[in-house]
């Protein structure tokens, strides 16, 4: 008798646990990136850098251009609106850019364009597949159906195990919950 309970209670793990493994391992998204350096373009004298971090960003997600000796201007670009540098502190000005969700895939190259002195300086960045990761919204996002699936199976699993272990406790004598 206890090689038969132990075995139901088995399968029925073994049954949860492989209904549930193909829609967890079932994820969207890159599952390896090579990304290459990015190269700083220095102009005239070779004192004003520009620097793009991070030098590969998803669609959608946030881009900081930093610019030494650089007062003022704008940086623009095909992959993200025209954005304001801002005003220097310790002689780097920086901004801020959200890349497009639609952007085009690959190499894109941005503009800065200083006030003072009157400059200009392109710097190259790439644009990968997929939003970045949503990471802070304090559980702001609702589960997937991915997520509602593996967890409805899982109790699903864990209902059927309990019930059958009820009923054979009142089948073996007659004992009470």
Not at 79 to 106: D, E, M, Q, Y
């Amino acid at each position: 008798m206890r090689a038969a309970r132990t075995l139901a209670v088995t399968a029925t793990a073994i049954a949860a646990v492989g209904l549930a493994a193909p829609l967890a391992a079932a994820t969207i998204g890159p599952s390896s990136v090579n990304v290459g350096s990015s190269e700083v373009q220095r102009g005239g004298d070779g004192s004003h850098n520009v620097t793009v971090t991070p030098s590969a960003v998803h669609q959608g997600s946030t881009l900081t251009i930093t610019v030494k000796g650089c007062t003022g201007g704008t940086v623009t670009s095909n992959a993200f609106p025209t954005v304001s540098l801002s005003a220097p502190f310790g002689g780097v000005s920086s901004a801020v850019a959200r890349i497009h969700n639609n952007a085009t895939l690959g190499e894109h190259t941005l503009t800065v364009n200083c006030t003072s002195p009157h400059r200009t300086f392109t710097q190259r960045f790439r644009v990968l597949a997929g939003t970045g990761a949503q990471g802070g919204l304090g559980g702001s996002l609702a589960p997937d159906s991915t997520e509602m699936a593996v967890g409805g199976s899982l109790v699903a699993a864990a209902a059927l195990g309990g019930g059958l272990f009820i009923a054979r406790r009142r089948r073996m004598g007659g004992a009470r919950v």
